[in-house]
């Protein structure tokens, strides 16, 4: 077993407690740190950086970045390999208008490149939601030119028939190149054929599977 270093961050961005554990206690969900909203909130805790380490050696085999908003409630988690790539975002939101409940949006590398998956909770029967998913050039310099578009997926959904308002939905992007991609997502839920709300997700700087990339399952 390896241990973990966990670094605590405010809203400003500065340091708030840093401490290291095992792997055994970092998964144990018994961590105020990790495992407990209530503590986040009173401790301004907005963003954990979670760095694991093989056995005692200095070797990184993985990182976490979670964040949180200001009542401790998770909003987006970015998971690194040994060599520090992103090989998977997710993106959530709780009660996101008067037509979304909550959304999750998952990029994760896979065999085949990126898999994208989608899960949506209506507030009303007789939604549907329009989406548009762009597989872009990664550009870290905000600057450059509009990125290009590499691939297009554009659907319509309807809730599940077993439960009315919740949607669940995936698919991939083939991108196997030993680069980061960038992930964009626009939604357009409608309730009773009318425009509800609209929004857009995007998940920046994901790698697609290569070699050296080792997945773990969930």
Avoid: H
Avoid at 28 to 47: H, N, T
């Amino acid at each position: 077993m390896g241990y973990v270093l966990i670094e605590a961050y405010g809203g400003d961005g500065n340091l708030k407690r840093d401490i290291t554990v095992s792997e055994a206690e970092w998964e144990s969900g018994q961590l105020s740190l990790i495992d407990d909203e209530d503590y986040r909130r009173e401790m301004g805790i907005f963003k954990i950086v979670s760095t694991i380490y093989i056995g005692t050696a200095n070797v990184i085999s993985g990182r976490i970045v979670t964040s949180y908003d200001e009542t401790g409630s998770l909003i987006s988690t970015e998971e690194y390999n040994g060599e520090l790539k992103m090989v998977k975002a997710d993106k959530i939101c709780y009660d996101k208008s008067k037509a979304v409940g909550f959304y999750v949006v998952a990029v994760k590398s896979c065999d085949t490149g990126l898999s994208v998956s989608i899960e949506m909770e209506f507030k009303n029967e007789n939604a549907a939601c329009k989406f548009e998913a762009l597989l872009l050039e990664y550009q870290e310099d905000e600057e450059s030119e509009e990125p290009s578009v590499l691939d297009k997926r554009a659907e319509m959904w309807r809730a599940n028939s077993y439960n009315e308002n919740f949607l669940e939905v995936s698919f991939n992007f083939d991108a196997l190149s030993e680069k980061p991609y960038t992930v964009e997502v626009s939604f357009e839920v409608l309730e009773n054929g009318a425009a509800a709300d609209t929004f857009k997700v995007t998940a920046l700087g994901v790698y697609a599977a290569t070699a050296e990339i080792d997945e773990t399952e969930e």
